[in-house]
């Protein structure tokens, strides 16, 4: 480790964890998670992480614990037998682990152990990780008592990578080198996991166990505020492209006579604009749970596939139908003048059976065009000067809106509950559930009456929009107690 990376180890300070382990267990991976960043280096190539680096945890600027990625252990028997060959009694083995590393700093051979070694010298505890899946073997055994040799506290971690499962032989053996042993999955544990691996480390040492507690509490915060933040982020996006127009500004002579050319025009715009706005949504909310690096499955592919803000397939998946919301208290009755009718004004848009009827091959993978929106043409426009402008937008359609809300509910599920190891592509499979299922009647009943504002393209006002943010707060929260109970 480098002077610039150097980390406060002295008692009291903020608690400082290193991952050591073989090379190719998955150190990486949980030091990406328990730091949330995504930016660490994680492959399947044995020998990824060459330095030991430190990763601060930070929330509102204060730094709550550290983990320092560290290089696996090369030649565990050789740094063994050098210890014991120089240790004269069980009291000096932290003197002469710190020794070995002070002799062998320049040495090529022992330099990964030396890397792994200099955090541990200085103070900080040990996580041991193993991986699960492969069988226990002895060799191990060297690097257990050299880390047991620095005296300092430790705890192993299981981490399985892959189908096999060699859990109860690595426990018994981890046990009889580490005061605690945990099964750990960095890629998938969920975050309350997180917290009582945590919990953990706080008994590890007593002087971490304040700081430590203090970390989870700080943890939960920001968990509930960025859930907040999200359907701030949300309620925000989806309000802009409710009431999103394009224009086009041209000469009286040429706006006598609109053609299609310039309704087309305008449309294709007003398109790319919306897909241009959620996917910013995407990245805002990636954002704020400080994921930097994701790749999209869908990134690569040509805008009219499966997974496109106007394909056919996403309407299916978030669209309602006439039939839900009839079943679902949005009667006329409900939702005071705006009924039923009001949500389905495309003519096409109303239930599925009548769609699988009208829609040939051809569109089939597009409903954009039978979306209502506004065009309003220059020929509408009387009296203007020399320029006129042409409109289109906005949506008219509210099924629009239940679309996007719907899809930004289920990716920010994903984000929200994806950990920082994850490497895999971002991948949303259509759900089998709806959303809005999980929503309350009378929280139903104010997402459509702000909707139905929105469309008169009213700004929702201070208290409508603080309304707003509270039920796309309640369809993440709805949303994602539902994918907890029904996860696989
Ligand atoms: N499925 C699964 N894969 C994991 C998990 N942890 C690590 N991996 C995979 O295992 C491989 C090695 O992970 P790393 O975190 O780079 O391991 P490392 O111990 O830091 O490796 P070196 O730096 O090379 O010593 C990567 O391909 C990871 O994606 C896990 O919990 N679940
Ligand atoms: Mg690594």
């Given at each position: 480790m480098n002077d610039q990376n150097s980390v406060d180890h002295s008692p009291g300070q903020v608690p400082v964890f290193a991952v050591v382990g073989h090379p190719n267990r998955g150190k990486s991976s949980v030091v990406a998670t328990l730091s949330q960043n995504d930016r660490i280096a994680i492959a399947l190539e044995p020998g990824t992480t060459r330095v030991s680096q430190p990763y601060p945890l930070n929330v509102d600027g204060r730094t709550l614990y550290t983990l320092v990625d560290t290089p696996g252990f090369q030649r565990p028997r050789r740094v063994l037998e050098w210890l014991q060959?120089?240790?004269?009694?069980?009291?000096?083995?932290?003197?002469?682990?710190?020794?070995?590393?002070?002799?062998?700093?320049?040495?090529?051979?022992?330099?990964?152990?030396?890397?792994?070694?200099?955090?541990?010298?200085?103070?900080?505890?040990?996580?041991?990780?193993?991986?699960?899946?492969?069988p226990y073997t002895a060799e191990q055994e060297a690097e257990m008592t050299i880390l047991r040799w620095t005296g300092q506290p430790s705890l192993a971690l299981i981490n399985r990578i892959g189908p096999d499962d060699h859990t109860a032989t690595w426990q018994s053996a981890l046990g009889q080198f580490f005061q605690i042993v945990r099964i750990f999955d960095a890629v998938r544990a969920p975050f309350e996991q997180h917290l009582g691996l945590l919990k953990a480390f706080g008994q590890l040492r007593p002087d971490w166990e304040q700081p430590l507690q203090e970390a989870t509490g700080y943890l939960t915060r920001q968990r509930q505020d960025r859930q907040w933040q999200s359907a701030r982020l949300i309620a925000e996006a989806l309000a802009e492209m409710l009431t999103h127009q394009e224009s086009s500004t041209l000469p009286k002579s040429l706006a006598a006579n609109p053609d299609r050319t310039l309704e087309d025009g305008l449309r294709e715009k007003w398109y790319q604009s919306q897909r241009d706005r959620e996917e910013k949504l995407r990245r805002d909310i990636e954002t704020l749970y400080q994921h930097h690096c994701i790749a999209r499955q869908e990134a690569a592919l040509a805008w009219h596939h499966d997974h496109d803000l106007f394909s056919e397939e996403t309407r299916q998946a978030w669209g309602v139908s006439r039939t839900y919301l009839a079943t679902a208290g949005f009667g006329a009755g409900a939702v005071g003048g705006a009924g039923i009718d009001a949500l389905t004004l495309g003519h096409s848009l109303g239930t599925g059976a009548l769609i699988g009827g009208l829609l040939g091959a051809a569109g089939s993978y597009f409903y954009g065009d039978r979306l209502a929106v506004r065009m309003l043409t220059p020929k509408a426009l009387k009296g203007a000067g020399e320029l006129q402008t042409a409109t289109f937008g906005p949506v008219q359609d509210l099924q629009f809106g239940y679309i996007v809300l719907g899809r930004a509910v289920d990716h920010w599920w994903h984000i929200s509950q994806r950990n920082h190891a994850g490497r895999d592509p971002l991948a949303l499979p259509p759900s089998d559930h709806h959303w809005l299922e999980t929503l309350a009647g009378d929280t139903r009943k104010t997402l459509q009456r702000l909707l139905v504002r929105l469309r008169k393209q009213s700004r929702l006002n201070h208290r409508e929009t603080q309304e707003f943010s509270t039920v796309v707060h309640s369809a993440l929260g709805g949303y994602d107690q539902w994918r907890r109970e029904n996860a696989s």
């Open positions: 060959a120089h240790s004269l009694s069980a009291s000096d083995r932290p003197e002469t682990v710190a020794a070995f590393v002070h002799q062998h700093r320049d040495n090529p051979r022992f330099r990964d152990e030396c890397e792994l070694l200099t955090p541990i010298i200085e103070g900080a505890g040990i996580i041991y990780v193993v991986d699960g899946s492969v």
